[in-house]
């Protein structure tokens, strides 16, 4: 069965600390692996989409990269508007649907 | 700008009730999505359509229907409300168009029943 893991559930920062964030994945055909951030009461927003290993896309604070079988989200000196929730999604084939993650909760405290 | 737009972000009714949820796209996007999202479960699909008039289940589709007469707008129907359904909803939409099919999402409708 297809599987979308992230680690850690919750991770604290002070405000500057870089830290990574990790989806590892177990799907067959991968088309696609998506980040969002999602603030609480909100809905998810979309922020980057990878397509191959050794892809990288950056905005911001924010870097994702891409290998065969994990994701990791890189936060550079965070501030407290980092503050979100992290989710990781994949699409596999020509399917429509995405698989989620549950999840890294990310604290920056100021 | 993408823009998803849901009809209510609080809505409270009874165990029973028929339940209406309505989530219109200005994008032109031909996928459009429903999930629901409960703490420690993370999003769970439960119905999706490609196509005006056409849908198909997602993965908890029980207690739950969907209609597409236009191509803006899908709605979820929750024929007797009951207390399990008690949950924030979201909306997404997508298009097979862009590479990634990316789905963009609506702020979310919290649903309580009583």
Redesign the interface.
């Known amino acids: 069965e297809d599987q979308v893991t992230q680690s850690p559930e919750a991770l604290r920062l002070q405000e500057g600390e870089s830290s990574s964030l990790n989806c590892s994945y177990t799907v067959s055909g991968l088309?696609?692996l998506?980040w969002?951030r999602q603030d609480p009461?909100?809905?998810?927003?979309?922020l980057f989409?990878l397509?191959s290993a050794g892809e990288e896309k950056e905005k911001e604070r924010l870097k994702a990269t891409l290998t065969k079988k994990e994701s990791f989200l890189h936060i550079t000196a965070p501030k407290p508007e980092d503050s979100a929730t992290y989710?990781c999604a994949v699409?596999i084939s020509n399917d429509?649907?995405?698989s989620?993650?549950?999840?890294t909760t990310v604290t920056v405290r100021a | 700008d993408v823009k998803v737009t849901q009809s209510s972000r609080y809505l409270v009714k009874r165990t029973g009730e028929k339940v209406f949820l309505e989530c219109v796209q200005d994008m032109d996007h031909e996928n459009m999505f429903w999930y629901r999202q409960d703490p420690g479960l993370g999003l769970r699909l439960i119905y999706f359509s490609y196509d005006v008039k056409m849908k198909e289940k997602g993965d908890i589709p029980e207690g739950y229907s969907v209609s597409r007469e236009k191509k803006e707008r899908f709605s979820l129907i929750l024929e007797s409300a009951s207390t399990n359904q008690t949950s924030m909803y979201l909306c997404a939409s997508s298009t097979p168009r862009a590479k990634g099919n990316e789905q963009f999402f609506g702020p979310g409708t919290r649903l309580t029943v009583l």
């Open positions: 088309r696609g998506f969002y009461g909100k809905g998810p927003e979309f989409t397509y989710l699409r429509y649907k995405l989620f993650g549950a999840g």
